[in-house]
């Protein structure tokens, strides 16, 4: 046996694929108007103790103003300006449907303070900081914690109970082409399922990391295909078949930042070019085989001892 460097998936990584981005921005936004002051923009920040906050006009936004427009303002002694000559418009947006994740990656690529947050419609329903993903991630820890006490016991309690040569429990997912709504309905479903099995919950972040990932190229890439995901005595199996183009690289596919996703599903924001790495991250063995014209099996192993392995 080969010993392998252990692969760990935070909690908190975790998380981040789960939470969507409404789940933690701040629904009762403060707006100002293009036509106020920066004097009065002022009064808005201290009064609400907010550092920024999105611009509408007749109920549309068309900018974000924050406390460092405010400073080079001052700065300039142009606190009479009003808001609109200040502010930045066409600013970068989040989807409420988002997972988590492109928000901590927005925060950690673009250094803003604050995204603005819209539905489907581009209609302003939030803002988010790295303080509401903070603490959404808190909640939702307090919450899994309790979860987790609840159906707490070992995993190999269920399989020492089965008289059998061959012991294996086998969950199957759908998913459906282009079915943004319900994506990551696959790897949230078998994240809880695994859970109340008592599998470890660090072999858990890394099963839902792959899953969400392999789960999402189903969705954007391909006709539609499903995630089928075996437990036996010692490793999980999760397999991902799909009907779709296939794909006709394989090595460049597995590029970080490659990425065929048309531009309609980048302004979504998915399609980053970061899912077949992000699994290979996260897996122990990992096979992808792929014909053109026909479809796509990836095949994913993790085991439940980290120091096992071919």
């Known amino acids: 046996m080969e010993q392998r460097t252990a692969k760990e998936i935070t909690k908190l990584q975790e998380l981040a694929y789960e939470l969507k981005v409404g789940q933690a921005m701040t629904k009762e936004v403060i707006t100002v108007s293009p036509y106020s002051t920066m004097a009065e ?27 460092e427009d405010l400073i080079k303002a001052l700065a300039a002694g142009e606190l009479n300006a009003t808001v609109g000559e200040k502010m930045t418009p066409n ?25 603005p947050v819209i539905n489907r419609a581009g209609e302003l ?20 914690y309790h979860e987790e006490e609840i159906h707490r016991y070992r995993a190999s309690h269920i399989f020492e109970d089965i008289i059998a040569d061959e012991i294996a429990l086998v969950f199957g997912y759908r998913v459906a082409a282009r079915d943004f709504e319900r994506a990551g ?21 890394r099963v839902a990391v792959a899953t969400y990932e392999a789960e999402m190229n189903i969705v954007i890439y ?5 995630i089928v995901a075996e437990v036996r005595p010692g490793r999980i199996r999760i397999e991902a078949l799909d009907k779709g183009p296939g794909i006709p690289d394989i090595e460049q596919a597995m590029q970080p930042g490659f990425s065929t996703a048309p ?25 992808l085989e792929s014909t053109v014209g026909v479809g796509t099996h990836l095949d994913i192993i993790i085991y439940f001892d980290e120091r096992k392995g071919t």
Do not use: C
């Open 41 to 67: 923009f002022m009064e808005v920040l201290r009064v609400n103790r907010i550092s920024g906050t999105p611009v509408l006009e007749e109920g549309r936004m068309i900018g974000i103003v924050s406390i």
């Open 91 to 115: 600013p970068v947006t989040l989807y409420a449907d988002e997972p988590l994740v492109h928000a901590v990656s927005k925060f950690s690529e673009l250094r803003f303070g604050r995204f």
């Open 125 to 144: 329903v939030g803002i988010i900081t790295q303080g509401d993903i903070a603490r959404a991630m808190l909640r939702r820890l307090e919450v899994d």
């Open 185 to 205: 309905e696959a790897s949230s479903g078998l994240k809880r399922t695994l859970s109340r099995l008592g599998i470890h919950p660090r072999v858990i972040r």
């Open 222 to 226: 391909t006709d539609g295909g499903e």
């Open 263 to 287: 531009e309609w599903v980048r302004e979504m924001g998915f399609g980053a070019g970061m899912g077949l790495p992000n699994i290979q991250a996260s897996a122990d063995e990992m096979k």
